[in-house]
């Protein structure tokens, strides 16, 4: 075989459906759990992060206005693409995290498993956690839950694809749109996570991935007027202080940092962490002699 | 500083005739578009940041021309709109005024009210804005019905059917009449459409038929076509007023309107003014922004520069 001069690949930002370099320019290395040069991966400032906000504010309509069930349609297809290149998933999570091969595929395995188990979820978590309360009056009143707007998430640090993706997950699931840091020491992932998410329906702007120093881009996230909630999975203890703090000035919704087995099944709390109950109201008419009109 | 402009002396009496008006406008010198558009974008570079932003985005809401312009405006829409030209932020009462808000002539009289008492000026566009197709007497009428409701400035529309086909004569002399009615309390902006006009070329013979006809300020568009104020176009329409100052000794106000939406783009305007007619146009009398949308970033970038958040759309009020 002819020597090739390999073609390296120029890990991007994903945000608002394209994939610019950092406004600031910069770029940090990237290096695998030896300490070899794995990539350059921009090193965004805050200035990107204001831009991926104002890209995931403008998605967050009609991603949260689209049914449940063409959101799980639309999910279940990202799936279907990262299987397509678990290939590639296996190597990058393989050198992020110092596994073997087929400790990395059972990794990239899990991490599609769990897309498609938050996928089911869209047209379900609505039954489960909404429902019609006794009134004593002529009224349903009828509780449904729904997205709370942009939340930022903090991707955690050491688990760099099967960790990313479930927090990353049930946050759109539910129609909020992401504005996701990736883990500092291997974005690698999260940043090929927007290639698959580019090209498979989903709008662009919906999630949009940032890599960088995580304090760094989560300070203006967390003092953000416009980011409604975040989730600090990647923050350490002192981070996760200082965020809580900032993120009180508009009160955030917060989800605290804790102890996760990434491989266990996860409950529904990443779902209902990030979604608001609205009651309504709503009369039946008058009640019959039966007492009943209905 | 001479604010009505007499017929320019230095120029002698290019305005004599249409032929002796062709022949002017005809001379002047040709618009290099690529030179033209290079100037514009790396003015556009600058770096404008800390304490210089905070100045240029004051001046800048202190010159937005608070605009609204529907079909479906109503005494509601107009009043709310001047409460907002009087107090663009109402948590924050340093913010300066607007410098005036614009509507159709027969919201001038609820604009008016809706102003009082707090320097904001009413502008109201006229001779049948935006297309400007009518009879020059119902222009007139239109002029006379928006300065007699109390407008401090009138919009009017050039005929670009008119300009187009070459009858400069017919655009200066409307010019003239519309400049009478407006008499000598109201401020005159010509309108050129520059999106209409087609070339560069055709821009620099408008603003100097306008200047010449006696306007006290020279505007871009209506915000009613595709192509709005673009920087090149704003940069043009500069480089005449700066000359035709040079020439005459009159100074004439520059207005970009239409498709500025962001600070960012409106301190690049202002960079614009400063290179290149110069410190005398950093004033809300002789640069405006026609805009909208305009003030509610440029408040959230005020926000930000007060409290080191970013601020959001949430915080601004939904026009």
């Not at chain 1, 869209?122 to 006794?134: E, F």
Request: neutral net charge; charged residues 20%; aromatic residues 6%.
């Amino acid at each position: 075989m002819s020597d090739r001069l390999s073609v390296f690949k120029t890990y991007k930002l994903y945000v608002g459906g394209k994939f610019p370099r950092s406004e600031s320019g910069r770029v940090y290395e990237v290096q695998d759990s030896k300490g070899n040069w794995l990539a350059n991966a921009p090193l965004s400032s805050r200035k990107d992060a204001r831009d991926a906000v104002v890209a995931a504010r403008k998605a967050f309509g009609g991603w949260s206005g689209a049914t449940a069930y063409n959101r799980g349609q639309v999910l279940y297809r990202v799936a279907e693409m990262l299987e397509g290149r678990r290939e590639q998933f296996v190597r990058e999570v393989a050198d992020a995290e110092g596994l073997s091969k087929s400790k990395a595929a059972s990794v990239v395995d899990a991490t599609i498993d769990r897309w498609v188990w938050y996928a089911g979820w869209t047209d379900k978590i609505a039954q489960v956690t909404g429902g019609a309360n006794p009134v004593a009056g002529p009224y349903f009143n009828l509780s449904s839950p729904e997205p709370t707007g942009v939340v930022a998430v903090l991707a955690p640090q050491e688990s760099s694809f099967l960790g990313l993706v479930s927090v990353v997950a049930p946050v759109i699931a539910t129609g909020n749109t992401a504005v996701v840091i990736a883990s500092e020491k291997a974005p690698l992932p999260a940043l090929s996570l927007g290639e698959v998410l580019a090209t498979s329906d989903v709008p662009g702007g919906v999630v949009n991935v940032l890599s960088g120093r995580t304090a760094e881009i989560a300070a203006p996230l967390a003092a953000h007027q416009d980011v409604n909630a975040i989730d600090l999975a990647g923050a350490d203890e002192d981070l996760a202080k200082e965020l809580e703090i900032a993120a009180a000035d508009n009160l955030k919704r917060v989800l605290r940092p804790q102890a996760v087995d990434y491989f266990e099944t996860p409950g529904t709390e990443r779902l209902t962490a990030f979604l608001e109950t609205k009651t309504v109201w709503h009369p039946t008419g008058a009640l019959g002699a039966s007492g009943s009109s209905y | 500083m001479p604010t009505t402009a007499p017929t320019a002396r230095a120029l002698g009496d290019v305005t004599a005739s249409d032929s002796t008006l062709r022949r002017f406008l005809h001379g002047l010198p040709g618009v290099d578009a690529v030179g033209l558009e290079a100037r514009a974008a790396s003015l556009g570079t600058r770096s404008i940041k800390t304490t210089a932003k905070a100045y240029a985005i004051d001046l800048a809401i202190s010159m937005v021309d608070l605009t609204t312009l529907e079909g479906a405006d109503t005494p509601g829409k107009v009043r709310a709109l001047g409460a907002k030209a009087v107090h663009p932020d109402p948590t924050d009462r340093t913010t300066p005024t607007t410098a005036a808000v614009c509507v159709y002539p027969d919201m001038v009289a609820v604009a008016k009210e809706a102003v009082a008492g707090s320097g904001v000026k009413v502008a109201s566009v006229a001779t049948a804005f935006p297309a400007g197709r009518a009879a020059l007497d119902v222009k007139l009428a239109d002029v006379r019905e928006a300065v007699a409701a109390g407008a401090d400035e009138i919009d009017m529309v050039i005929d670009r059917g008119a300009f187009l086909a070459g009858r400069y004569l017919k655009v200066f002399d409307e010019i003239v009449a519309v400049k009478e009615a407006c008499g000598t309390n109201a401020r005159l902006k010509v309108i050129f459409e520059t999106g209409e006009l087609s070339t560069y070329d055709n821009i620099r013979r408008a603003s100097w038929l306008g200047m010449l006809a006696g306007a006290d300020f020279i505007k871009t568009s209506t915000g009613k076509v595709a192509v709005n104020a673009t920087p090149a176009n704003t940069l043009l329409m500069l480089e005449a007023v700066r000359d035709f100052r040079a020439q005459t000794g009159v100074q004439v106000g520059v207005k970009p309107a239409g498709g500025i939406r962001t600070s960012k783009d409106a301190i690049k305007f202002l960079v614009l003014v400063n290179e290149t007619a110069g410190e005398d146009w950093l004033d809300n009398h002789w640069f405006r922004f026609g805009a909208s949308s305009l003030l509610n970033d440029l408040l959230m970038q005020r926000q930000k520069l007060a409290t080191g958040r970013y601020s959001g759309p949430d915080y601004v009020t939904v026009d």
